[in-house]
């Protein structure tokens, strides 16, 4: 299968899972929730979902757990919504490239600091 084929279905399972969790799911632990990247496997069985939740840490383990309850409807939704022979497995897991990100700006602004 062609890279070009594995993104395009890929950003496709990310913009039709954040309309469902935007407007069908109901859950207010899940709160404002953004699907951040999703990655698929090759055969296309099972797909990672990165989320990043807004607010305090605590509601990340809230958030997650409201998403594994509602991982069924949003699965069903998702194989309304396209058009591929079958719709994957989701795994949802804790976006942490921003909070790595965030580390790696201080420690620069450190170093900048200790240069002075």
Known sequence: MSSVKQKRIEGLIRKNISDIIQFEVKDPKIGFATITDV????????????????????????????????????????????????VPELNFEIDTAMKEGQHIEEIIAQIHKQEM
Do not use: P, Q, W
């Not at 990672?48 to 757990?65: D, H, I, P, W």
């Open 39 to 86: 990655r698929v496997s090759s055969d296309h069985s099972y797909a990672t979902v990165y989320v990043s939740f807004l607010g305090k840490e605590a509601r990340n383990e809230a958030g997650l757990k409201a998403l594994e309850r509602a991982k069924g409807h949003i699965r069903s939704e998702l194989s309304k919504r396209m058009s591929i022979r079958r």
